[in-house]
């Protein structure tokens, strides 16, 4: 058998043929700092002025400054400068309140565009196919009636594309060509691709027939841009006022206390003894009782 060699052995042929020796790993990238990438909302943040942060560490500074000043008579301050401060710390709140909005509506905007991108995008491709159709109709017409027939439909087929378009981001979306329960029953036991991706074509105002009416109207008015980005109800141009819900009085409360009920005290019994006596002199003054 092979006998193990020696540690002094092993060193000597290790100084002896140095290419043989392993060299240790280096690492280039040591010691450096990757550059972190950017974070996108911090940017966008920063297009609005100082940052939340910075915002939030100043408010938190001056509110510091002016508790400090109320609370330890040595330290006092002029009135025009507690005047200056009181109104940065305002504008402050004011600022941070404003951006902190932004950022919700930025976050809601993204997340309905995403939500409903998808039934956007098929919306205007059908509602494209349908009118490239109704001009080809229509420009192959010769009949007076069907051309003003052809005219109608073909103006509501592009509603039906800015519908799809202009619809507000920030509204929930409400679909062109909803599936119905028929459809997807068809669906289902066709295999064929026409029957499922054929909708039901229905002339004129549908989806959110209110805001398909505002499309019309923002299309006379050239303003399908400023109805996309609309917030909210009261923001979309040529929205009806919102009713006002009628409050009907509530009956008033009887405030009167009402009486308590009281419970007669309870009787503890008594032990065997004073039970016996007593009996003994019930006896006794009963004197023979019934037979006497």
Request: hydrophobic share 25%.
């Amino acid at each position: 058998m092979s006998q193990k060699r020696k540690h002094e052995e092993v060193g000597d042929l290790d100084a002896a043929n140095p290419s043989n020796s392993k060299k240790p790993r280096s690492f280039p990238h040591a010691g450096k700092t990757r550059h972190k990438r950017p974070n996108a909302a911090k940017d966008a943040d920063s297009e609005y002025g100082a940052s939340a942060n910075a915002l939030k560490n100043r408010i938190r500074d001056l509110k510091r400054l002016l508790a400090h000043v109320d609370n330890v008579p040595k330290h006092k301050m002029s009135a025009s400068s507690r005047i200056e401060r009181e109104r940065e710390l305002a504008a402050c709140e004011h600022e941070l309140e404003e951006k902190t909005q932004r950022a919700r509506e930025s976050e809601h905007r993204k997340k309905m565009i995403g939500k409903y991108h998808q039934v956007r995008f098929f919306d205007r491709q059908k509602a494209t196919r349908v009118m490239k159709r109704l001009k080809k109709e229509l420009a192959a017409a010769e009949d007076e009636d069907e051309k003003s027939d052809l005219q109608r439909k073909l103006h509501n087929a592009e509603v039906d594309v800015n519908y799809a378009i202009s619809y507000p981001l920030m509204k929930p979306y409400s679909s062109l060509y909803p599936k119905s329960k028929k459809n997807s029953k068809t669906a289902e036991t066709d295999d064929s691709e026409e029957a499922s991706s054929k909708p039901e074509e229905t002339d004129g105002p549908k989806g959110d027939v209110m805001v398909w009416k505002m499309v019309e109207q923002a299309m006379e008015e050239g303003t399908l841009e400023t109805l996309r980005n609309s917030k909210s109800r009261d923001d979309i141009p040529g929205a009806p006022p919102k009713k006002s819900k009628s409050t009907k009085p509530k009956p008033a409360k009887d405030t009167t206390p009402k009486p308590k009920k009281t419970h007669a005290p309870l009787v503890t019994p008594a032990n065997r003894r004073e039970a016996r006596a007593a009996a003994r002199e019930a006896e006794e003054d009963s004197d023979g009782g019934f037979f006497e």
